[in-house]
C-alpha cells in the first residue's frame, strides 16, 4: 500500500508562470519530506526537504509547504523554466532510515 | 569527484541466472541503500544499510541479497533472475543520520 502518492502523473505548464506538484502520505510517523528532481538516463538529485516540525521551506525559486493535518506536501516552482523539465518525486521518512517515493510528476515547462 | 559509482549501466539476463550488481561511493557515506524504479510505482526500497557489517530488508527484499564488508562497497545480488525483476536499479547513500541522499546513474536490468 503506498504511503507516498504523487496522483498527477503529469503536469505542463508555461515558462514564467508557478508550477505547483502536489504530494500526499497515509502515515502521520513521517518525520522529514523531500522533494528530488530526475532527467532521464539519471539518477534523482535532491532539491528540497521540509521537517514535520515546519510549515515551509523555501530555497530559490523552490519552496516546500506541508500541511500536517491534512497529510500534504507540495512544492512550488517560480517563475518556472524550461530547463525544471524533469520527472519529481516527493519522498518522506520515519526516523532517516527508510525513505519512501511517490510515483513521480512529470513536469514540462514550455518555451 | 565520482559520488556514487553504478556498475553496469545495461544488463540483460536470462530467467535463473545469477548476477551482482556493484555499487561504489566515495564520499564517506555510512548509509546506503538500493531501490528500484517501475513504471506507476515510484521508487520503492529494496535494502539499505547502516554501516560496515549492518544491513536491512527494505520494502521489497525478495529475490535479492545484500551485503557490506566496506563503507564505500554495497553489492546487490539477484541469486536466481526472474522477469519480475526487470526494472531499473538505482543505489544511493548519505550520511548517517542525514536524510539527503545522493544517487548513482542507476542499472537497467532486463530479464527475458
Known amino acids: 500500500d503506498q504511503q507516498v502518492k504523487q496522483n498527477s502523473p503529469s503536469l505542463s505548464v508555461q515558462e514564467g508562470r508557478i508550477s505547483i506538484l502536489n504530494c500526499d502520505y497515509t502515515n502521520s510517523m513521517f518525520d522529514y519530506f523531500l522533494w528530488y528532481k530526475k532527467y532521464p538516463a539519471e539518477g534523482p538529485t535532491f532539491l528540497i526537504s521540509i521537517s514535520s516540525i515546519k510549515d515551509k521551506n523555501e530555497d530559490g525559486r523552490f519552496t516546500v509547504f506541508l500541511n500536517k493535518s491534512a497529510k500534504h506536501l507540495s512544492l512550488h516552482i517560480v517563475p518556472s523554466q524550461p530547463g525544471d523539465s524533469a520527472v519529481y518525486f516527493c519522498?518522506?521518512?520515519?526516523?532517516?532510515?527508510?525513505?519512501?517515493f511517490g510515483t513521480g510528476t512529470s513536469l514540462t515547462v514550455i518555451p | 569527484n565520482a559520488g556514487v559509482t553504478q556498475t553496469p549501466k545495461f544488463q540483460v539476463l536470462k530467467t535463473g541466472q545469477s548476477m551482482t550488481l556493484q555499487c561504489a561511493q566515495d564520499?564517506?557515506?555510512?548509509?546506503m541503500s538500493w531501490y528500484r524504479q517501475d513504471p506507476g510505482m515510484g521508487l520503492r526500497l529494496i535494502h539499505y544499510s547502516v554501516g560496515a557489517g549492518i544491513t536491512d530488508q527494505g520494502e521489497v527484499p525478495n529475490g535479492y541479497n545484500v551485503s557490506r564488508s566496506t563503507t564505500e562497497d554495497f553489492p546487490l545480488r539477484l541469486l536466481s533472475a526472474a522477469p519480475s525483476q526487470t526494472s531499473v536499479y538505482f543505489c544511493a547513500s548519505s550520511l548517517a543520520g542525514g536524510p539527503i541522499q545522493y544517487f548513482g546513474a542507476g542499472t537497467r536490468l532486463s530479464v527475458l
Open positions: 564520499m564517506n557515506h555510512e548509509y
Open positions: 519522498a518522506a521518512s520515519e526516523g532517516g532510515n527508510q525513505f519512501y
